[in-house]
């Protein structure tokens, strides 16, 4: 058994009652599959943006979420735990990084596979193909750059972006030989603190090219995963996410996060997917 929840964004506003109300919905979640879907053992994975550190000082954050990271290094000893990075809290990576072995999940990392019956799935959280269907700059390394500072901006995220940029300035060799860069760069750099309904539908339409790259054979080639595995994946905060059988793709929509209006996850069992709705 396989259960997957992406997109939480935990602590993004510590005074907003709804975002409370959230962010117990998914603590009374993790007590539910402890003692159900996981209550013999299984994985969980946190596809990303679990916490969100764009928008909260991390410590804070992690303060703030301290019961819900206590249910998660609660689960008993046959259940693994994989946090998947995503752009709002790529610093977990950092911190993995600094506490292993003794950091309590089994992985934290951009990617993991795992096989359920007889199917394999790859877990990204998406972030890398927004990336590639950026139509001006695909530099990965330059996005994860990006997002692992805005992690360590603290509660200063409203002039974040526009001193990223001032830093990025200094090093001009980071957009040496592009011809198709925006002529707002900084601009653009704001743009990625948008929500999902302003970032990716607007005039490039980039939502659409991202489900044709997670559906595409090609996707071997950029993303890493192998012919046959199951491509699961977040970050669009999907509103009417459903398995694609045919593509071997699902996205898991969101924590109830605009536009997606459901506390969704996946149920992984024997190798069959389920798009389910907590409550």
Known sequence: MIIVVSDVH????????????????????????????????GHLVLLGDVVDFW???????????????SKLTSFNTSVNVHYIAGNHDFFMLKLYER????????????????QDGEIKFFFIHGYQLEVLANPFYKSQTSYESFSENLCLYGDDTGNAASKLWDAF??????????????????????????SPEERLEGDHKVKSF????????????????????????????????????VNRVVNTGSWKKSPCED?????????????KAFR
């Open 263 to 275: 506390y969704r996850f996946l149920e992984i069992k024997d190798g069959r997917v389920t798009v």
């Open 169 to 194: 300035q200094t090093s001009k060799s980071l957009f040496e030989g592009l011809m198709r860069l925006p002529t707002d760069i900084s601009g653009t750099l704001k743009s990625m603190m948008k």
């Open 55 to 69: 928008r909260r000082d991390f410590a804070k954050a992690l303060m703030e979420t301290a019961d819900i990271f």
């Open 210 to 245: 991202i489900d044709q790259l997670a559906a595409s054979k090609a996707r071997t080639l950029y993303l890493g995963a192998e012919r046959d595995d199951v491509l699961v994946f977040g970050h669009t905060h999907d509103h009417d996410s459903s398995y694609d059988a």
């Open 10 to 41: 935990l602590a993004q506003h510590p005074n907003d009652l709804e975002v409370k109300k959230d962010d117990q919905e998914f603590e009374d979640f993790l007590k539910q599959i402890a003692g159900d879907q996981l209550r013999d053992g």
């Open 99 to 114: 506490l292993a072995p003794k950091f309590p999940f089994a992985n934290v990392s951009k990617s993991v596979s795992l």
